[in-house]
């Protein structure tokens, strides 16, 4: 909604440029290179048409001088060059100081310029606001400079012009949404509630409920979200994203379950999804389904086989299940990481999985590639615990005692909250004849496994860390 404004803005200028250009009928050569940099900007090809203005100069006509350095200032804004935008803007201005509009256009490219530059707007939002305009005007001014706010993630500031915008127009729930929006992310919740509502009494469609949804959970109150998300559903249930933020609010909260029919559903619906498959997969994960949780990764996989959620999930869970893992899961995360060799964790994923399935059967014959592998892991990823921690792991196995102890000890500095890593370290100090350390390390763990004894807080700790990998 905001972008197609920023749109908007430009191609007045583009149409007052091509009026002013069009008064002037010879068809010189500086004539035509201006002419068709207008069509170039137009079509948003700003660097062509930056191109085809080098070397020409301002014409001497008054109201042609003013168009050119409207029409470099569009060009300069379409390539992000904010400063340039503003000087061409102040040069179209001080040829006719009179005009409203331009000096509007000046404050609002100089605007844009200190936002991006990081420098204090107070002086031009005082000028820009306090210019008397008509209604119409007025409100797609004060969008503009909404839309410019929140760019920059000026969110408190942008509240001052959607909630001027809003009064100017308030019939139109579009404001009140957007209002609601600014509200939400500059943490004024019961603002973004009440702006939300008001929308809501405009027009109820899924965007509003689906905003009222992220406004209640941050609230704190999840069951109003989920009403909400499934409001959402309702009014636009061919909108995926409506769906998925109804499941997400339902794992946050650990009812798998209807979090489970959720995506059962959107799988359906929304058969090519790769966010929907992965969804799918946690929810069947975390009602005790591994096998179920592998095969819809699986899927995911063969729709994005590049997809980093996804590797990432799938070594996850074959790497945690207790049951033998699934050699489709196994030859997907270990293809991952021959195919990613700088992805800090593929490699870890896959030694560790490999690590388990070969220490389980006795099977030492993939030593050197698991070695390898996790070698490789802990080199490029040295913070990563689960490199670490596998590489101590896959030396202990090796009977490498003295190489273990580092990598466990890393491991354990890295994850001081696993009790396995305390176990695993309280073995190899003991095999080294470190009794002291040995009696450390298990105390640290059964302190540690105390902390992790409630299985609702193993699985509490068990949906954050998927949901924050999901959302990052």
Request: aromatic share 6%.
């Amino acid at each position: 909604m905001l972008a197609l404004r920023v749109f908007k803005f430009w191609s007045i200028i583009l149409v007052l440029v091509g009026s002013a250009m069009g008064q002037q009928p010879p068809q010189t050569d500086s004539n035509l290179a201006i002419r068709q940099a207008v069509q170039l900007t137009r079509q948003h090809r700003y660097a062509e048409a930056e191109a085809t203005l080098k070397g020409v100069n301002a014409p001497a006509d008054p109201a042609q001088k003013i168009a050119f350095y409207r029409l470099r200032a569009a060009i300069a804004s379409g390539l992000g060059h904010f400063a340039a935008a503003a000087e061409n803007m102040y040069n179209a201005a001080r040829l006719a100081p009179e005009n409203q509009d331009l000096r509007i256009a000046a404050s609002i490219a100089r605007l844009q310029d200190q936002v991006e530059n990081h420098v204090n707007p107070v002086q031009t939002l005082k000028r820009l606001r306090t210019e008397t305009l008509p209604a119409q005007q007025a409100v797609d001014i004060r969008l503009r400079l909404a839309e410019i706010l929140s760019r920059a993630n000026l969110f408190s500031e942008a509240v001052v012009d959607f909630a001027a915008a809003s009064a100017l127009a308030p019939d139109r729930g579009d404001l009140l949404y957007d209002l609601a929006l600014a509200n939400f992310r500059a943490g004024r919740l019961d603002d973004a509630l009440a702006s939300a509502e008001r929308s809501k009494s405009v027009a109820d469609t899924g965007s509003i409920e689906s905003l009222i949804g992220d406004i209640q959970e941050k609230r704190g109150d999840p069951l109003a979200a989920v009403h909400s998300y499934q409001a959402a559903v309702t009014l636009e249930p061919s909108e995926e994203r409506y769906h998925l933020a109804l499941g997400l609010e339902l794992l946050r909260h650990q009812t798998f379950d209807a979090a489970l029919v959720v995506f059962k559903q959107a799988s359906t619906l929304f058969p090519q999804s790769v966010r929907v498959k992965i969804l799918l997969g946690l929810a069947y994960y975390f009602v005790d389904r591994s096998a179920d949780a592998s095969q819809a990764l699986l899927e995911a996989a063969k729709m994005d086989p590049q997809d980093e959620t996804v590797a990432r999930y799938l070594g996850e869970i074959t790497l945690q299940d207790t049951s033998t893992p699934n050699p489709a899961a196994i030859a997907q995360v270990c293809s991952f990481a021959d195919e990613h060799p700088q992805n800090k964790t593929a490699d870890a994923f896959c030694g560790g999985i490999l690590l388990k399935v070969d220490r389980d059967s006795g099977d030492i014959s993939r030593r050197p590639e698991i070695l390898r592998r996790l070698q490789h892991a802990a080199q490029i990823g040295p913070r990563e615990p689960l490199a670490r921690c596998q590489l101590g792991k896959a030396f202990e196995w090796a009977g490498l005692w003295t190489q273990a102890r580092p990598e466990t000890e890393a491991c354990v500095g890295l994850d001081p909250s696993s009790p396995d890593g305390h176990y695993q370290l309280s073995r190899i100090y003991r095999r080294l004849g470190l009794t002291a350390l040995a009696n450390q390390q298990t105390s640290l763990q059964q302190a540690a496994a105390l902390r992790q004894s409630e299985e609702n807080v193993r699985r509490t700790e068990t949906v954050t860390k998927f949901l924050v990998l999901l959302e990052h």
